[in-house]
């Protein structure tokens, strides 16, 4: 699924008394992915993968504060989580919303209850409602929220206690994608599908988009990323906005390790993002410029 501004990405937690997020390191989720540059009812280009989420490791960050990193699904700008029994955070080290520990879902919310990032109104989180569903054969409780940028992007995710994340729904400037959950393993124990479990991690491992260095940077930042085999690769540079500044890779390239230079001479000082697209794989990172 494409940029997912965390985003997303946002998915699962520390182990406590709501368990809406049973993080552990060696947690593993199947999710079904899918992406289409229109309503996949008229739209004629759509693409389908399979693609795994880990839980790697749990750490004492800069805040002193304990998250865990999540890889696999394209989380967009956040890489470490965690929550408590009444939200899930994440780690923004840059303060986009003027905190590092920046609660993202309120998990005890009331149904259409709203919760602002900042006084713009804009990132919001809502929870929608709660429903249960059948999920592994079994009846689940399940809460769905929505999470709107503002910016033509907006996600609603749906959670489980026992499983955490089961279900996330986007659209982004025209866009849709999804990812479906048909299988996990938490606490070890195995839930759906997840046959071949392995052989998903090693071939995403492969595909991966790395963050800039220097960053911050004035004027100039390198950019690499891995790719497990040759096809047409763009790298695109967005504000703020969502708005394209400029498009440094549009080729076909081999497999293997690229580095790209990146000149933001002619640009204003702030945030941007980084996009890294291929036949069948996404990802986008943060990175600052400073003036």
Known sequence: MKTKLLLLTIIFSTIHSQNFFPLKEGNKWIFHSGSCDGSPMFSTNCKYDTIQTNVLKDSLLDNGIKYYKISGLNFGLYEWLRSDSNWVYVYDPFEEFGKEDLPFLKLNSEPDEEHVFNEDGYPYSQFIRKDTVEIFNEDTEVYRFLYDTGFDFAQEYTLSKKLGFVYISDTYYGAWGFDRLIGCVINGKTYGY??????????????????????????????????????????????????????????????????????????????????????????????????
């Open 194 to 291: 997840v046959t071949g479990i392995e052989s998903y991690q090693i071939l995403h491992q492969q595909f991966r988009l790395h963050q800039n260095y220097p960053n911050p940077f004035n004027p100039l930042t390198k950019i690499s990323f891995d790719i497990p085999k040759g096809e047409k690769i763009s790298l695109k540079i967005f504000d703020i906005t969502g708005r394209k500044i400029i498009t440094l890779v549009d080729e076909y390239l081999n497999p293997g390790n690229h580095e790209v230079d990146f000149d933001a001479a002619n640009f204003s000082g702030g945030v941007y993002f980084y996009k890294l697209t291929g036949e069948r794989f996404s990802q986008t990172k943060k990175l600052v410029v400073l003036k």
